[in-house]
């Protein structure tokens, strides 16, 4: 109490909030400018659509997957890839990665300092 009454009175019960607290202990920055969150998220979105649309379509593409070289040279693995449960499963992976691509352009937030 005696070390109190010596500060300013202004001092006394002057602490930093929660808030000021938290982020100043978690090491928090400030975002990304708002030019690279738009790239970053252009980027993700191109990757997403093309990689999708590849996995599509490439297994129904008779002469890129049921004769490619890769393959040829592993039979048991190119048994296996050349049936339709299988393709099937390869196209909805590719569904999903099409699905990811719009949902971050759905989704899409800027993020201000």
């Given at each position: 109490?005696?070390?109190?009454?010596?500060?300013p009175a202004?001092?006394?019960?002057?602490?930093?909030g929660p808030?000021?607290?938290?982020?100043?202990e978690s090491g928090w920055t400030?975002?990304?400018?708002?030019?690279?969150?738009?790239?970053?998220l252009m980027v993700l979105v191109v990757f997403c659509l093309y990689l999708g649309?590849?996995?599509?379509?490439?297994p129904w593409w008779k002469a890129m997957w049921d004769h490619n070289?890769?393959?040829?040279?592993?039979?048991?693995?190119?048994?296996?890839?050349i049936?339709?449960?299988v393709r099937g499963i390869i196209s909805g992976l590719g569904m999903l990665d099409l699905w990811i691509?719009?949902?971050e352009i759905v989704h899409y937030e800027e993020y201000r300092a």
């Open positions: 109490m005696a070390m109190e009454a010596q500060r202004s001092q006394v019960n002057a602490r930093p808030v000021a607290v938290r982020a100043e400030a975002p990304a400018p708002l030019w690279l969150q738009r790239v970053s649309g590849l996995l599509v379509y490439l070289a890769l393959l040829l040279d592993y039979p048991r693995l190119h048994h296996y890839l049936q339709g449960p691509g719009l949902s």
